[in-house]
């Protein structure tokens, strides 16, 4: 079948009701805001425009290139719809995308729809657009900061997007926290790279053939926002991680201790910085699970852009 | 493969399923989906009450009894996500496997969820085949979604054929220019060309999409279009639909007090 689904969507049952009904609420809230930012942006536009390039989103996830093994890099979307449209109207096009693929592929649950949204369409336009233009701005202008910006922005997109999925399946008690966050944080560091180099594959193509079409995502409205949400996120993110490794029952937490060594080795991923997604000198598997996230997301972030410094100084000395 | 017809999974009829009003059905469905995960773990005899309501659902529809339970082992890859519960929750042993303890309660709470996602994955599908989208969307306006938000999703299911084919497309004229071998992870250069390339059609169907949306547009303006799409008058509850969602009610009720009466 050509249309495969996205690794995120999450099915019924897999949530419990207190959160997925937590997450249809912050659904409603987001989707209300961007219908009224997204009116001011686009006019009576509105409806045509997004309705086409949330059918775009869908069929461009289609689109795949083999990696090895049998697998595949696909697109997610999230990232690139914000850096093109802004992040609001990206919540609107991601938000189609999903709802649909829920209601007529059964690909993602409907009771937990609020999150899947949430989780595909609405923190990975967030954190996509946030990184992108954190970057530019860091960076300057020029096709190299564009890209560099693109792919941490898309990565970064995917691994919120599923450090959340992680958080949300951790507080509904069906996978424990210390073994979803470090096993999901570790796949998708490699479905991220597939999500940036599409992404950046993208973005070179329109920076070549309309760079105008790139500045529609710069001028939209609620940057400041989505700068504010951005560092809600991660701040919320770091929290959530924190306090649920603190709270649940000691009894299990000392379970997973005991297993997550095994998982990892179960998992065994070739492409993993750290082994284990573990760092050797913190003894909680928990804690150094999330530090061994964070470093390595800033290392990413970091390789990134020195990449594009490097590069760019080179093109103005010659 | 010349044109895609993406499964518009809907199935024409006539049935008493196919005839019932939209929106008695999304929230049948819903409320169906909220009673299955509001059980606690183990209630075996409610989610066997709750998977003879959805062959019910089933069979009433007349595309076979076993239409959706056919359909419906789309959800367990993500099993995955629960499969640590077994030997991560404390309780008593039900097997051992090297250092690892298997303990009761653990797979109790891990074939639970597993149960309760298929019986909820089998109510979507049917609502998904025996409902035309457009009856679908209608209904979700009727049920306060944001009148924009539908048309929106209207637009885009609307188009998302005709972009599918244009990345249908795109994607041939790469195989067409790739010289495609027996071994298909060999096409092409490096995994980060055969990526930069992919990301190439997608850029490419980004313009499409935009030119599109220009298009569109300016058609509708042409016909009228003031920024708010019109409807025709839509039916009325009947009579029967209201039977019919009381009905579904109380078995769910009644299914949700099996569930807590006989909870172990």
Do not use: C
């Not at chain 1, 053939?209 to 504010?228: F, H, M, N």
């Not at chain 1, 928990?286 to 390789?303: E, K, N, P």
């Not at chain 2, 009450?49 to 659902?57: A, I, K, M, T």
């Not at chain 2, 025996?130 to 979700?140: Q, V």
């Amino acid at each position: 079948m050509l249309f495969k689904p996205v690794q995120l969507h999450i099915p019924d049952g897999f949530l419990s009701t207190p959160v997925s009904i937590i997450g249809w609420v912050l659904l409603v809230v987001t989707v209300a805001v961007a219908l009224r930012q997204t009116r001011g942006q686009l006019g009576e536009r509105q409806i045509p425009l997004m309705g086409v390039l949330a059918a775009f989103i869908f069929a461009a996830q289609a689109i795949n290139f083999p990696v090895a093994g049998g697998t595949s890099g696909h697109l997610l979307g999230g990232a690139l719809a914000a850096i093109i449209m802004g992040p609001w109207a990206a919540v609107l096009i991601m938000t189609s995308v999903v709802a649909i693929q829920g209601l007529i592929f059964q690909d993602g649950g409907l009771l937990v729809m609020g999150w899947n949204i949430l989780n595909m369409g609405v923190l990975t336009a967030f954190t996509g657009y946030f990184v992108y233009q954190l970057m530019r701005r860091l960076l300057g202008e020029g096709r190299n900061s564009l890209l560099a910006a693109g792919a941490v922005g898309a990565w970064l997109s995917v691994m919120v997007g599923a450090l959340a999925t992680a958080i949300q399946l951790g507080v509904s008690g069906t996978s424990p926290l210390g073994v979803a966050l470090p096993a999901m944080a570790g796949v998708h560091a490699l479905i991220g790279l597939g999500e940036a180099v599409i992404t950046v594959g993208a973005l070179t193509f329109l920076y070549a053939a309309r760079r105008d079409l790139l500045s529609i995502g710069e001028t939209a409205p609620g940057k400041a926002s989505a700068s504010w949400v951005g560092v809600g996120l991660g701040i919320a993110l770091v929290v959530a991680a924190f306090s649920f490794a603190a709270s649940p029952d000691p009894d299990g937490l000392e379970r997973v201790a005991e297993d997550t060594g095994f998982l990892g080795r179960a998992l065994e991923p070739v492409y993993n910085l750290f082994p284990d997604y573990t760092l050797p000198f913190i003894s909680d598997p928990l804690v150094s699970g999330i530090l061994a996230v964070i470093l390595g997301t800033l290392i990413v972030f970091g390789a990134a852009f020195l990449l594009a410094r490097v590069q760019g100084s080179r093109k103005a000395g010659a | 493969m010349l044109h895609i017809d993406l499964a518009d999974h809907y199935q024409r009829g006539t049935s008493p399923i196919h005839r019932l009003d939209p929106r008695v059905k999304i929230v049948g469905t819903l409320l169906f989906i909220l009673a299955a995960t509001l059980l606690p773990p183990g209630s075996w005899a409610a989610l066997a009450v709750l998977f003879l309501g959805s062959l019910g659902v089933a069979w009433q529809s007349r595309l076979g009894v076993t239409y959706a339970l056919k359909r419906s082992f789309v959800v367990l890859p993500f099993a995955l996500a629960a499969v640590t519960l077994p030997f991560t929750v404390p309780g008593a042993t039900l097997a051992q496997v090297g250092a690892f303890v298997i303990s009761v309660e653990g797979t109790v709470r891990f074939l639970s969820v597993l149960v309760k996602s298929w019986v909820s994955v089998q109510v979507a599908l049917l609502l998904a085949v025996t409902t035309a989208f457009p009856d679908l969307l209608w209904a979700l306006r009727e049920l306060r979604v944001p009148r924009p938000l539908v048309s929106i999703i209207s637009f885009m299911y609307r188009y998302m054929f005709v972009l599918a084919d244009e990345a249908l497309r795109l994607q041939r004229a790469r195989a067409a220019r790739s010289a495609q071998g027996q071994d298909p992870r060999r096409t092409g250069g490096s995994v980060l060309w055969r990526g930069r390339v992919a990301g190439g059609l997608v850029g490419n169907l980004t313009l499409r999409a935009f030119e599109r949306s220009e298009r569109i547009y300016n058609a509708m303006l042409a016909r009228g279009f003031r920024g708010e799409l019109k409807t025709l008058t839509p039916p009325t509850l009947t009579q029967f639909d209201r039977y019919a969602l009381a009905g579904w009610v109380t078995f769910l009720a009644m299914a949700s007090l099996i569930g807590f009466v006989f909870a172990r």
